[in-house]
């Protein structure tokens, strides 16, 4: 793996300064949010210029849902599918196999537009009239891994709802069809959450640790970090 | 060479019935089930559509996918920055520096770099190649998947000389593995910009040859107008791009109204859009959009600054916490990444939007009350790649 | 034929036998991934041809191949078509396994849903290494196979067992 060209090993990523400017049209989606769902909106996130993030309560997520496609015109149907926020209890795996595996880490820390579960559950539309785009998040408790689904809001979101249910377990209410997607019918357990193990990284431990060898320029070592 | 008795033949065709996975329902009342797939020359790789049929029209058909389903997002976790920036390129296989730069774009949005501008001029010029080496294979595609053969060797035989340049810069006909967090991993040879103008020009010229022998063949015209119409606001619904969404007359491109940094807005090009919705428009624009794309290239090699290709990166990327969506318009339509990164060595969580996967949800709705061949013009035209869908 | 299998056959007929089988192969085309389209550039772009090797490509079907090759990744949903498709192909039957991914799982090795090689399913004969392999490997590969071909008992091969039409 070649080292990435003309960097140094303690520069500075290159920081663009901005100053914060209020995104006119993304205040007026979160208002037309709040208008229509009022104490639904949990929170939302807007980075200028760029893009919106909306939590909005479960409860309210097909609602949500017509909002997100009428009111904010966002016709053209993105994707939707969930993060599962507990940090994974296996590591990247490329931890050296001789030392003692770090302490995992159980806390779930949530990312924009906060939350309170393990599961989120998100989806995107975009305006082209407005061009812009809106990530709408929900939370999912761990005891009721169920949604409202989003079929009679748009219709593409079939097969997401498919696999939301076959990679997390969260099933759409109302969908009627949740036959597996992508995994053979035998296949148990949901593969993206975090505590699904990879077993083949538990069988064998990834070569890159092993076969790292010094450069014959270098006489000492190999790197330290664990970049082949 | 010894005989099977009748008793064989017969217990073989019942076992076969019996197993789920291929279907020998012979002619009932509720009609006939057939299997296309998953191997099969017109699926593009390992798609299998069940479609019942009455008779030879179509009542249902549904796309049973999976079986190129490899698992990126899971293994996106367990792989750091570049490393994912390898594997990412195998996702859209046939366009693959496309794939990687929107997941580029993503971690260098989170980090709050921006590459320099001879980097995001030679990204374009790249990405645009990469276009032009995946829809010219789907002219011939297209046309073998309706009958015409000669056509595929053309695509096969003029992609080559796209691929060569692809090669002389990163080394790999396919999955280059160029793009870097912060650049590029090189700079241009010497002599690669005449080279590729001279590749360019060959380009056009088959696109010309594809206009004379495939799009105003009175059989390609009747394979395909009027098949699989798509109407606007089903495709929206759909949630289809691309080709696909412009050929059902919606004026969205991303590369004009959603710009993320790269170099489009610096050529003069224009969008294709048709307003039938069929088969054939789906073919056209795409053959327009080679065209464009060969124009773009050679703008873009006109006025390529100079400087340098890499930013100043560290030599270990971790990428701050914060969440980044990009999406570009890819050749195969809209791909776009949502990185959720935790300040690791690699991403927490990364959704990755492909095209095809929306494309070919249409295709229940769009098959319905067509006949059997016509669903082959159809996948033919909404045109997917397998690793597309199937992530 | 009871002279092949009983290993009556004079060695010049065997020889003469192997060249006759090793230019004359049927490549089944078991295209899957991304070597899929680097098999395609191989068999049937003007530049890397093919059948200057004496291999034709696109048999009508898998019963009239001598040879498939697999390209591309495999998974565990796609296993039972393999075997079946490979059972299908008639004896005497070639594999070339063609790509990382098909070898040995490749870039995919630890992932869920991917079978680690196309040899736990079925038995191969070359491996083409690469990711994806040149369309020069896979003739490199192919003419390998035709040596291989070559020096071939073909006794060896019809021990005697019946051929089972599956």
Same mark, same amino acid.
């Given at each position: 793996?070649?080292?990435?060209?003309?960097?140094?090993?303690?520069?500075?990523?290159?920081?663009?300064?901005?100053?914060?400017? !209020?995104?006119?049209?993304?205040?007026?989606?979160?208002?037309?949010?709040?208008?229509?769902?009022?104490?639904?909106?949990?929170?939302?996130?807007?980075?200028?210029?760029?893009?919106?993030?909306?939590?909005?309560?479960?409860?309210?997520?097909?609602?949500?849902?017509?909002?997100?496609?009428?009111?904010?015109?966002?016709?053209?149907?993105?994707?939707?599918?969930?993060?599962?926020?507990?940090?994974?209890?296996?590591?990247?795996?490329?931890?050296?196999?001789?030392?003692?595996?770090?302490?995992?880490?159980?806390?779930?820390?949530?990312?924009?537009?906060?939350?309170?579960?393990?599961?989120?559950?998100?989806?995107?539309?975009?305006?082209?009239?407005?061009?812009?785009? !809106?990530?709408?998040?929900?939370?999912?408790?761990?005891?009721?891994?169920?949604?409202?689904?989003?079929?009679?809001?748009?219709?593409?979101?079939?097969?997401?709802?498919?696999?939301?249910?076959?990679?997390?377990?969260?099933?759409?209410?109302?969908?009627?069809?949740?036959?597996?997607?992508?995994?053979?019918?035998?296949?148990?357990?949901?593969?993206?959450?975090?505590?699904?193990?990879?077993?083949?990284?538990?069988?064998?431990?990834?070569?890159?640790?092993?076969? !790292?060898?010094?450069?014959?320029?270098?006489?000492?070592?190999?790197?330290?970090?664990?970049?082949? | 060479?010894?005989?099977?008795?009748?008793?064989?033949? =017969?217990?073989?065709?019942?076992?076969?019935?019996?197993?789920?996975?291929?279907?020998?329902?012979?002619?009932?009342?509720?009609?006939?089930?057939?299997?296309?797939?998953?191997?099969?020359?017109?699926?593009?790789?390992?798609?299998?559509?069940?479609?019942?049929?009455?008779?030879?029209?179509?009542?249902?058909?549904?796309?049973?996918?999976?079986?190129?389903?490899? $698992?990126?997002?899971?293994?996106? #976790?367990?792989?750091?920055?570049?490393?994912?920036?390898?594997?990412?390129?195998?996702?859209?296989?046939?366009?693959?520096?496309?794939?990687?730069?929107?997941?580029?774009?993503?971690?260098?949005?989170?980090?709050?770099?921006?590459?320099?501008?001879?980097?995001?001029?030679?990204?374009?010029?790249?990405?645009?190649?990469?276009?032009?080496?995946?829809?010219?294979?789907?002219?011939?595609?297209?046309?073998?998947?309706?009958?015409?053969?000669?056509?595929?060797?053309?695509?096969?035989?003029?992609?080559?000389?796209?691929?060569?340049?692809?090669?002389?810069?990163?080394?790999?006909?396919?999955?280059?593995?160029?793009?870097?967090?912060?650049?590029?991993?090189?700079?241009?040879?010497?002599?690669?910009?005449?080279?590729?103008?001279?590749?360019?020009?060959?380009?056009?010229?088959?696109?010309?040859?594809?206009?004379?022998?495939?799009?105003?063949? #009175?059989?390609?015209?009747?394979?395909?107008? $009027?098949? $699989?119409?798509?109407?606007?606001?089903?495709?929206?619904?759909?949630?289809?791009? $691309?080709?696909?969404?412009?050929?059902?007359?919606?004026?969205?491109? =991303?590369?004009?109204?959603?710009?993320?940094?790269?170099?489009?807005?610096?050529?003069?090009?224009?969008?294709?859009?048709?307003?039938?919705?069929?088969?054939?428009?789906?073919?056209?624009?795409? =053959?327009?959009?080679?065209?464009?794309?060969?124009?773009?290239?050679?703008?873009?090699?006109?006025? =390529?600054?100079?400087?340098?290709?890499?930013?100043?990166?560290?030599?270990?990327?971790?990428?701050? #916490?914060?969440?980044?969506?990009?999406?570009?318009?890819?050749?195969?339509?809209?791909?776009?990444?949502?990185?959720?990164?935790?300040?690791?060595?690699?991403?927490?969580?990364?959704?990755?939007?492909?095209?095809s996967f929306n494309n070919i949800s249409v295709v229940p709705w769009v098959c319905r009350g067509v006949y059997v061949p016509d669903v082959i013009t159809i996948l033919a035209s909404l045109y997917f790649i397998l690793g597309d869908i199937d992530r | 034929m009871g002279l092949v299998e009983s290993g009556k056959l004079p060695k010049p007929l065997t020889s003469l036998l192997n060249t006759s089988r090793k230019y004359s192969i049927w490549i089944f085309q078991w295209g899957l991934a991304c070597c899929a389209i680097e098999m395609g550039a191989a068999l049937g772009a003007p530049r890397y041809d093919v059948m200057r090797l004496g291999v034709i490509p696109l048999p009508a079907s898998p019963r009239q191949a001598d040879l498939v090759?697999?390209?591309?990744?495999?998974?565990?949903?796609? /296993?039972?078509?393999?075997?079946?498709?490979?059972?299908?192909?008639?004896?005497?039957?070639?594999?070339?396994?063609?790509?990382?991914?098909?070898?040995?799982?490749?870039?995919?090795?630890?992932?869920?849903?991917?079978?680690?090689? /196309?040899?736990?399913?079925?038995?191969?004969?070359?491996?083409?290494?690469?990711?994806?392999?040149?369309?020069?490997?896979?003739?490199?590969?192919?003419?390998?196979?035709?040596?291989?071909?070559?020096?071939?008992?073909?006794?060896?091969?019809?021990?005697?067992?019946?051929?089972?039409?599956?």
């Amino acid at each position: 793996m070649s080292p990435l060209s003309s960097a140094d090993t303690d520069a500075e990523a290159t920081e663009a300064v901005e100053t914060p400017e !209020v995104d006119e049209a993304r205040e007026a989606v979160v208002a037309l949010f709040r208008e229509e769902l009022g104490d639904a909106v949990l929170d939302h996130h807007i980075r200028p210029g760029d893009d919106l993030w909306i939590r909005v309560e479960r409860a309210a997520w097909r609602q949500a849902g017509f909002v997100l496609r009428d009111r904010a015109r966002c016709k053209a149907f993105g994707f939707l599918s969930a993060i599962d926020w507990l940090p994974s209890p296996y590591g990247l795996g490329e931890d050296s196999p001789t030392d003692a595996p770090p302490e995992p880490d159980t806390e779930i820390v949530t990312g924009y537009a906060g939350g309170d579960t393990r599961f989120q559950v998100f989806a995107r539309a975009t305006s082209h009239s407005a061009k812009l785009g !809106v990530t709408l998040k929900t939370d999912i408790p761990d005891d009721d891994l169920t949604l409202d689904t989003w079929l009679s809001v748009y219709a593409g979101v079939d097969w997401h709802e498919r696999e939301l249910r076959e990679m997390f377990g969260i099933t759409a209410i109302g969908h009627g069809h949740l036959a597996p997607l992508y995994l053979p019918g035998e296949f148990e357990g949901h593969p993206l959450r975090k505590d699904f193990p990879l077993l083949a990284r538990h069988v064998k431990a990834w070569p890159g640790i092993v076969d !790292v060898e010094p450069m014959p320029a270098e006489a000492g070592g190999a790197d330290e970090e664990a970049s082949e | 060479m010894t005989a099977i008795s009748d008793r064989q033949m =017969l217990a073989y065709a019942n076992a076969q019935a019996a197993d789920g996975r291929v279907n020998l329902e012979f002619e009932t009342q509720d009609g006939m089930t057939l299997n296309l797939g998953p191997q099969h020359p017109a699926t593009h790789g390992t798609l299998r559509v069940v479609v019942k049929l009455d008779g030879e029209q179509v009542v249902a058909a549904e796309p049973v996918m999976g079986y190129m389903h490899r $698992g990126y997002e899971k293994l996106t #976790e367990v792989r750091n920055y570049p490393q994912v920036t390898t594997l990412v390129n195998r996702i859209d296989w046939l366009g693959s520096f496309a794939n990687e730069v929107p997941f580029i774009l993503a971690a260098e949005k989170l980090m709050e770099i921006e590459a320099p501008p001879r980097a995001q001029w030679i990204r374009t010029v790249l990405f645009e190649m990469s276009r032009i080496a995946n829809i010219s294979l789907f002219a011939g595609d297209m046309s073998l998947h309706i009958g015409a053969l000669t056509a595929a060797f053309y695509a096969f035989r003029d992609r080559e000389f796209v691929l060569n340049q692809i090669e002389a810069v990163t080394g790999g006909r396919f999955h280059p593995n160029f793009d870097r967090i912060g650049g590029l991993k090189d700079d241009l040879p010497k002599g690669w910009i005449a080279d590729t103008k001279a590749a360019m020009a060959r380009i056009r010229d088959y696109c010309d040859e594809m206009d004379q022998l495939v799009t105003g063949n #009175e059989i390609f015209e009747a394979r395909t107008r $009027g098949v $699989g119409v798509i109407p606007a606001d089903i495709a929206l619904q759909y949630g289809l791009t $691309g080709a696909n969404l412009r050929a059902s007359g919606v004026d969205w491109d =991303l590369r004009r109204d959603q710009p993320v940094g790269l170099a489009w807005d610096q050529a003069d090009w224009q969008v294709w859009t048709h307003p039938d919705g069929d088969s054939f428009a789906r073919f056209w624009v795409r =053959l327009q959009e080679i065209r464009e794309s060969t124009k773009i290239v050679d703008q873009l090699l006109d006025g =390529l600054p100079s400087g340098p290709v890499m930013a100043k990166v560290p030599r270990i990327i971790k990428v701050p #916490e914060g969440e980044a969506w990009v999406a570009t318009e890819n050749p195969l339509g809209e791909m776009g990444y949502y990185v959720v990164s935790k300040g690791g060595l690699g991403p927490f969580r990364t959704k990755i939007r492909t095209p095809s996967f929306n494309n070919i949800s249409v295709v229940p709705w769009v098959c319905r009350g067509v006949y059997v061949p016509d669903v082959i013009t159809i996948l033919a035209s909404l045109y997917f790649i397998l690793g597309d869908i199937d992530r | 034929m009871g002279l092949v299998e009983s290993g009556k056959l004079p060695k010049p007929l065997t020889s003469l036998l192997n060249t006759s089988r090793k230019y004359s192969i049927w490549i089944f085309q078991w295209g899957l991934a991304c070597c899929a389209i680097e098999m395609g550039a191989a068999l049937g772009a003007p530049r890397y041809d093919v059948m200057r090797l004496g291999v034709i490509p696109l048999p009508a079907s898998p019963r009239q191949a001598d040879l498939v090759c697999f390209s591309g990744t495999v998974t565990d949903k796609m /296993v039972p078509a393999i075997r079946r498709l490979y059972d299908q192909i008639p004896d005497p039957k070639y594999v070339i396994s063609m790509g990382s991914c098909a070898n040995c799982g490749g870039p995919y090795w630890d992932s869920y849903s991917v079978t680690k090689g /196309v040899d736990q399913v079925v038995p191969v004969d070359v491996y083409v290494p690469g990711c994806p392999p040149r369309p020069e490997a896979l003739l490199e590969g192919i003419v390998l196979l035709q040596e291989m071909i070559g020096k071939e008992d073909m006794a060896e091969r019809w021990k005697g067992e019946p051929l089972v039409v599956r």
